[in-house]
């Protein structure tokens, strides 16, 4: 299995907190993924990191902001908790074989983490 | 998940064959994932299409063409464990994911 950690695992916080979640890697991939998973809506790209300090916006980024300060951490913010942000939240990470002007990689799966079940009252 | 197609749930008979279609946007296509999630964990790979055809990685196939926007994972020999929501995923210039298409098995 890839080693990503998502931590904290479950949490639950109230309306209005700021809420950040962690995803570690030790694959030294060069691509990081944030998603949100909701029923009737699937997987949805949050933001991605295509490399340190160097980071890009999904489907579904209003609200959250994301930080890559170093190649193994990946950080979700969600600067201004609301009800409609409570999810399961998986980061995912993907090794490169081609640089696309540093875009997606290619022919590469996503390895994804065990994810954060994220309550919000 | 936009412009991806595949069924809400399907169900099936333990040793039995099922076929789980996908049907997606052909402009700027590069590449069809097919993942597996079990309740309550992560999605997992399952296989990656790139070119026209069938391929085989033992009870699961894959198959994909591009001039039709369509793509169906084939799964043989069915198991209980083969309960799980299977998710298509198209890729371009990023990656999107379908709704996923859940599957039961009836022993």
């Known amino acids: 299995d890839a080693g990503i950690t998502q931590s904290p695992r479950h949490k639950v916080t109230e309306t209005g907190t700021p809420v950040t979640l962690r995803c570690h890697q030790t694959?030294?991939?060069?691509?990081m993924y944030w998603y949100r998973q909701d029923p009737g809506h699937g997987l949805r790209l949050i933001h991605y990191s295509y490399g340190v300090k160097d980071t890009d916006k999904g489907e579904v980024s209003d609200g959250y902001s994301v930080s890559r300060s170093k190649t193994e951490d990946f950080l979700l913010t969600l600067e201004s908790a609301t009800s409609s942000q409570t999810s399961v939240y998986f980061c995912?990470?993907?090794?490169?074989?081609?640089?696309?002007?540093?875009?997606?990689?290619?022919?590469?799966?996503?390895?994804f983490g065990d994810g954060t079940r994220l309550s919000i009252l | 998940g936009q412009n991806i197609d595949q069924p809400t749930e399907m169900t099936a008979t333990e040793g039995a064959i099922v076929q789980i279609n996908c049907t997606y946007q052909t402009s700027g296509f590069n590449g069809l994932f097919w993942y597996q999630q079990h309740a309550g964990e992560a999605p997992t790979f399952l296989s990656y299409n790139v070119l026209d055809g069938l391929e085989e990685k033992g009870r699961f196939s894959s198959f994909l063409s591009r001039s039709k926007g369509y793509s169906y994972l084939l799964l043989k020999e069915l198991q209980m464990k083969d309960s799980a929501s299977y998710l298509c995923?198209?890729?371009?210039?990023?990656?999107?994911f379908g709704k996923g298409t859940r599957l039961h098995i009836l022993p």
């Open positions: 995912a990470i993907s090794e490169s074989t081609r640089d696309r002007g540093g875009r997606w990689p290619v022919n590469q799966p996503q390895h």
């Open positions: 995923a198209r890729e371009d210039d990023k990656i999107i």
């Open positions: 694959e030294n991939h060069r691509y």
